[in-house]
């Protein structure tokens, strides 16, 4: 392996172990700075018995003992802790529960979206300032502009309380048909216009002029070189935008009742669930972090002349 490649690797991998540190700090001690505590909303609940919960999930002990206690679970063991609302329940075992659900949704929502949004994209570009590319503008401008509370409500009560087509309710397979729709059509749209200018950019380098003087097709000028080539702008979204929706927009499973880990967090939020909050925290930073770091690798996949200092 090339050693600049290497290096780049190394650091990239220090830098994303080093952030996802900061965000287990920033998260523990923020949430530890919270005014109150998970137990002032149980009903009828004592001091005595405040302070035995407490004791019973560690609470009581010194707060640098508890970090490094949870960030010593959490590196060696992979363990966030208990719920401290769930009783019984682990929080891992929470959040793989509920990614069953928000992976399958997202990844479906955000390949659709990819695909949709580099065709459209390249359509729109090939045919520049033409009628199809005015429309393909203005409906992707639209998606970009509209929140998903309000797509996601408009289409749950067109197609599921109006004409029945589907189930309101995510918690089954037909049920995901919209919640897929409204995941999709933001980054759909951004995918769109970020194609069309890529590749609207690279129909006027010179190397396909030379390509076009040397009679070479109109589809493998397309496909061979201006779409490969203006890939990398798409893909430098695409990472953390399937990070975000694999994680469950928290707004669209609340609106079609999707059980999944976004659903999780909201009731987390609700319930004072501390341990719950950090844990989905970050879980969904992690991510993060790590489809940056893929997607910044596979930039030599896309583009050999890349060099990487």
Partial sequence: MDSK???YILKRIVLAVLTIWIVITVTFFVMHSVPGGPFVGEKAISKE?????????????PLMEQYFTYLHDILTKFDFGPSLKQRGRMVIDIILDGM????????????????????????AAIRRNTVLDKVIMVITTAFVSMPSFIMGSFLLIVFSVKLGWVPANGASAGGLILPVITLMLYPMSYITRLTRSSMLDVLGQDYIRTARAKGVSRVKIIFGHALKNSLIPVLTYFGPMLAYIVTGSMVVEQIFAVPGIGRQFVSS??????TMIMGTTIFLAALIVIMNLITDLLYKVVDPRIDFQ
């Fill in 5 to 7: 490649l290497m290096y």
């Fill in 49 to 61: 018995a405040q302070a035995a919960l407490e004791a019973k999930y560690g609470l009581d002990k």
């Fill in 100 to 123: 069953k659900t928000s992976a399958k949704l997202g990844v479906i929502a955000a390949c659709c979206a990819a695909v949709t949004g580099i065709v459209l994209g390249a359509v």
């Fill in 269 to 274: 939020i609700t319930n004072r669930d501390y």
